[in-house]
């Protein structure tokens, strides 16, 4: 049986959503989640690096598509993913189970409180996980207790707004005229880390040493074709409709219509998106 997750208190909001319907629905649609970054795929698994005897922990891993690709690398060892979602998890099981691999394993966890084994793990890596801690400097902490001497911390974050045309483009059209507050820089979401000077001042505070940035830019994919891309976005971007009037909710509709049209090409509907690959060491 499955027990409810345990999350630092300065965590339950982001508990209560990624195990709630917001989780849920990426678990519904874990194949288009995957795909939207999978042009950072091979970065992400190159930065990590990843030999065949490495214990390997996977945070905020979702449906565990880079879990079971550190996997796949991590022969002789093993691979941990963990993640606030009971759903996302539930998938990550299945599809690992369906692939036949017998040396990865889930745990639902806060991976800013979560009690780790101490010095087990040889690599810890996050693609896109590691945005949404309320005390980030106690996760890494937490995290770096995880890892042993010497070891190294890889994770893709996003670059600021400015570089991210996805974001920028849906979240104006669905705004529909309405100023929108800027995301924070400085607590849990997509774009907490996107500050290098940030980044390194909370994993430097952490105890990491050593930390790189790296940046890349990529496209990303939002669906085969306009009407197809406005079902996905719609579902994870409606609740931005809350409070409009028939009229007002009609024009942001119209608006993320012109977009997604604008943004077709022959492989989808492409955005161009920019992410910071961060490396660090654990002393």
Do not use: K
């Not at 997750?5 to 982001?14: E, I, L």
């Not at 770096?144 to 400015?162: C, E, N, S």
């Amino acid at each position: 049986m499955v027990r409810a997750v345990q999350a630092d208190p300065s965590n339950a909001d982001q508990a209560r959503s990624w195990d709630g319907p917001e989780g849920a629905y990426w678990a519904e649609h874990a194949d288009r989640f995957d795909r939207a970054v999978r042009a950072y795929r091979t970065a992400l698994l190159a930065a990590a690096g990843v030999a065949a005897a490495d214990r390997v922990l996977d945070i905020g891993c979702g449906t565990g598509e880079t879990t079971r690709d550190l996997a796949r690398r991590a022969t002789g060892g093993r691979a941990l993913g963990v993640d606030l979602s009971a759903a996302m998890l539930r998938v990550a099981r299945q599809r690992a189970a369906a692939e036949g691999l017998q040396n990865v394993d889930f745990v639902q966890a806060d991976a800013q409180v979560h009690p780790f084994p101490a010095t087990a793990f040889d690599v810890a890596v996050s693609r896109s996980g590691t945005m949404f801690f309320a005390d980030p400097v106690a996760a890494f902490r937490n995290i770096g207790g995880a890892l042993r001497p010497g070891a190294r911390l890889v994770q893709l974050v996003w670059q600021p707004p400015a570089g991210n045309e996805w974001f920028l483009s849906l979240t104006r059209a669905l705004a529909a005229g309405r100023p929108l507050p800027a995301p924070s820089a400085d607590g849990p979401g997509p774009f907490s880390l996107s500050d290098p000077a940030r980044a390194r001042t909370v994993l430097g505070a952490a105890g990491f040493r050593d930390i790189r940035l790296e940046p890349h830019s990529e496209a990303m994919w939002f669906g085969e074709d306009a009407a197809d891309a406005e079902r996905f976005t719609l579902g994870m971007l409606g609740w931005m409709l809350d409070g409009l009037g028939e009229r007002d909710r009609r024009r942001a509709v119209d608006g993320l219509r012109t977009t997604l049209v604008a943004h077709e090409s022959e492989t989808g509907v492409l955005y161009a998106s920019a992410a910071w690959i961060i490396r660090a060491t654990r002393p």
